[in-house]
């Protein structure tokens, strides 16, 4: 499917922008794949997606909001049965509320 690789591609492109500390263009590439998979139906990538966000959020020192989006992210691999992918959001997850010094949620 077409609409799935282009999805998945401006997910890697977001990470990737990400990764090269391009804030807009990561979030813009990002929150696009998502709009994409929602568009068609497919849930399995989302999670990758917002945790994707979240990474980006974090570097940015948005916490909160890092949070949130792993919530989902952790929501939406549940959901997808994909273990892999849930233990990783939880994982981020746990990271985001010890920058919190949350040490209970942690």
């Known amino acids: 499917n077409d609409s799935l690789e282009m999805a998945t591609g401006y997910n890697n492109l977001g990470s990737t922008y990400s990764e090269m500390n391009e804030a807009d263009s990561a979030l813009s590439h990002l929150y696009k ?9 497919i849930k399995r990538n989302l999670s990758s997606a917002y945790d994707n966000i979240a990474v ?10 890092a949070i949130v989006n792993l919530k989902k992210a952790v ?10 992918r849930e233990a990783g959001a939880v994982f981020n997850l746990g990271l985001m509320y010890r920058k919190k010094n949350d040490n209970q949620k942690a």
Request: no cysteine; charged share 35%.
């Open 33 to 41: 794949s998502i709009a994409i998979y929602e568009a068609i139906g």
């Open 75 to 84: 929501e939406l691999a549940g959901q997808e049965k994909n273990k892999y």
């Open 56 to 65: 980006l959020l974090d570097k940015q020192g948005k916490l909160d909001e």
